[in-house]
């Protein structure tokens, strides 16, 4: 069973960075399109940015230039740089395949805060 475990999120100051990470295990990660999304309190789940197995991005309108994605193939990890990080940035972050039918189970999630 494919597994999905984030990590990296915490706390940072308005215009800080962090960089989150996705360890994916139980599938054959080079395949796969993989996606970061987050969640903020009372709303729906978004799609953030996203990389296809070759390597190309997709970016929301409101992280374009902000973040990037990126993936280690060896490692079966993603990752998300996230800098000039602001408030409403504040979420749980998921990374999971590009949306699919079936998708692998979600993860817990890695929350970052942004504080003003």
């Known amino acids: 069973q494919v597994q999905l475990v984030e990590s990296g999120g915490g706390l940072v100051q308005d215009g800080g960075s962090l960089r989150l990470a996705c360890a994916v295990s139980?599938?054959?990660?080079?395949?796969?399109?993989m996606a970061w999304y987050r969640q903020a309190p009372g709303k729906q789940r978004d799609l953030v940015a996203a990389?296809?197995?070759?390597?190309?991005?997709t970016y929301a309108d409101s992280v374009k230039g902000r973040f990037t994605v990126s993936r280690d193939n060896a490692k079966n990890t993603i990752y998300l740089q996230m800098n000039s990080l602001k408030t409403e940035d504040t979420a749980v972050y998921f990374c999971?395949?590009?949306?699919?039918?079936?998708?692998?189970?979600w993860g817990q999630g890695t929350q970052v805060t942004v504080s003003s």
């Open positions: 999971n395949t590009v949306p699919l039918f079936q998708m692998p189970p």
């Open positions: 139980g599938s054959n990660f080079r395949i796969n399109d």
């Open positions: 990389i296809t197995r070759g390597g190309m991005t």
